[in-house]
């Protein structure tokens, strides 16, 4: 029986899918970004040139760095519902959660194509990869020290001398 706490983390993991799908069926445009911008921070004309050419320089850490934060949320929330699903966060729930949002990461950019003025890039996957490897990481991480009874475990190196 699914109880009252297990609906929320599906509903959470479902609508956290939903929400990547429908950012990638949208597009904003440069000028309708840099006007939005301009009417909700009241920018001046000189204000939103000097934050034009911010952008043009921090758009990619902007950007990017959210895809790898959504896949990084999506592999936590997706190993949260396969830890319910199976009674127990093992090595391989927290697999087969990567494995299930780098294949979710590469259907999403296929989508992409299908979207006009949208574009499903190779290297899209790989950013949004390294957030799901960094999650996962995260987590084998965690399992590790709670292996170990150890919190001072090193990863890297747990035989630390």
């Not at 609906?7 to 309708?32: D, H, K, N, Q, Y």
């Not at 194509?113 to 990869?129: E, K, N």
Request: charged share 20%.
């Amino acid at each position: 029986m699914v109880n009252k706490f297990d609906r929320r983390v599906i509903a959470v993991f479902i609508a956290w899918t939903l929400f990547i799908f429908g950012t990638s069926c949208t597009v904003v445009r440069p000028e309708e970004f840099f006007g939005l911008i301009q009417r909700f921070a009241g920018l001046s004309q000189e204000t939103l040139l000097q934050f034009r050419h911010f952008w043009a320089f921090a758009w990619f850490a902007v950007v990017k760095g959210w895809h790898f934060t959504e896949f990084f949320i999506l592999t936590l929330l997706c190993a949260k519902v396969l830890r319910w699903w199976y009674g127990v966060q093992s090595q391989k729930t927290i697999a087969l959660a990567m494995f299930f949002c780098i294949a979710y990461a590469a259907t999403d950019e296929w989508h992409q194509t299908f979207v006009p003025d949208r574009f499903g890039t190779f290297q899209d996957v790989l950013i949004d990869g390294l957030g799901v490897w960094a999650a996962g990481l995260t987590m084998f991480s965690r399992k590790k020290k709670e292996m170990t009874g150890d919190e001072n475990c090193d990863f890297v190196n747990p035989t630390r001398e």
